[in-house]
Antibody, heavy 121, light 112 residues
Framework: EVQLVESGGGLVQPGGSLRLSCAAS????????MSWVRQAPGKGLDWVSS????????YYADSVKGRFTISRDNSKHTLYLQMNSLRAEDTAVYYC??????????????WGQGTMVTVSS | QSVLTQPPSVSGAPGQRVTISCTGS?????????VQWYQQLPGTAPKLLIY???NRPSGVPDRFSGSKSGTSASLAITGLQAEDEAAYYC????????????FGGGTKLTVL
């Protein structure tokens, strides 16, 4: 069974840092680009970042560029999101997502359960 | 303000047909990028309903269908059921510098 399990969320002060993890299982991890999508409380879906299967190509939304870093460890089947200089507007549930066929330009087929990040003093 | 525009809400009675529109521009849907649709039940992760404009993943009922024309796309739901009450999001890609994956703001479907 294909499964994604996020962890690492929590309460952090403005300006602080947090690293999210997404443990993947049930598929050939290296063959799939992976993405992070977030959802602020009561709001819609907001794409954050994507990374190619090999990890050598990354994409970021303007709102997080320069503050967030996406990475992956294919030996551990794990996706990461390092979040620095956090702001109140980064408060959201963060989902990792696996594409349907593998590429970065592909539908988000499998989603994790999400991990909540709260930025507040 | 979302790059893709959806109506905030739609409603319909059980058994009826409803459509949800998704309007983009020449830098996203109009540029030929595929449109996806997701369903999100309260408190749960989104679920892929339609990919590649009009294709259903395995397990999605054929009551759900998608189409695309010009700079817009639509999701149609026929034979509306109570369990269809959810938020629906369209998603595509954009060639502008502001990012490459874009979502609509979401549409809340109420089954009367």
């Amino acid at each position: 069974e294909v499964q994604l399990v996020e962890s690492g969320g929590g309460l952090v002060q403005p300006g602080g840092s947090l690293r999210l993890s997404c443990a993947a299982s049930g598929f050939t991890f290296i063959s799939y680009a992976m993405s992070w999508v977030r959802q602020a409380p009561g709001k819609g879906l907001d794409w954050v970042s994507s990374i190619s299967g090999s990890g050598d190509t990354t994409y970021y939304a303007d709102s997080v560029k320069g503050r967030f870093t996406i990475s992956r460890d294919n030996s551990k089947h794990t996706l990461y999101l390092q979040m620095n200089s956090l702001r109140a507007e980064d408060t959201a549930v963060y989902y990792c997502a696996k594409p349907l066929f593998g590429s970065s330009y592909d539908a988000f087929h499998i989603w994790g359960q999400g991990t909540m990040v709260t930025v507040s003093s | 303000q979302s790059v893709l525009t959806q109506p905030p809400s739609v409603s319909g009675a059980p058994g009826q047909r409803v459509t949800i529109s998704c309007t983009g521009s020449s830098s996203n849907i109009g540029a030929g990028y595929d449109v996806q649709w997701y369903q999100q039940l309260p408190g749960t992760a989104p679920k892929l309903l339609i990919y590649g404009n009009s294709n259903r993943p395995s397990g999605v009922p054929d009551r759900f269908s998608g189409s695309k024309s010009g700079t817009s796309a639509s999701l149609a739901i026929t034979g509306l059921q109570a369990e269809d009450e959810a938020a629906y999001y369209c998603q595509s890609y954009d060639s502008s510098l502001s990012g490459y994956v874009v979502f609509g703001g979401g549409t809340k479907l109420t089954v009367l």
